[in-house]
């Protein structure tokens, strides 16, 4: 079943200098990520994130960056930005 899910990634620890999105992306290829809002500096790194596709891909693929180092939290109410 499609269905979307907003999401913060945290990249910290040089995860911010890592293709972590890419390297899902190729594990994951359906499905499909839209950078809402980044902040990369020098530490860290922070991007909103909405993910759509099938529930269970996504959750996959939110595993995979966890594993890959990368702090996932949903956002919580609204959308992510205007516009």
């Known amino acids: 079943m499609k269905t979307s899910r907003r999401c913060w990634l945290t990249f910290e620890g040089g995860r911010q200098n890592e293709p972590c999105l890419w390297r899902m992306s190729q594990k994951y290829p359906d499905v499909v990520f839209d950078i809402r809002q980044a902040s990369v500096q020098k530490d860290i790194g922070i991007m909103a994130v909405l993910f759509e596709g099938d529930g269970d891909e ?11 180092g990368v702090k996932v939290d949903p956002v919580e109410g609204g959308s992510m930005v205007a516009g």
Do not use: G, P, T
């Open 58 to 68: 996504i959750d996959q693929a939110l595993k995979f960056l966890v594993e890959q």
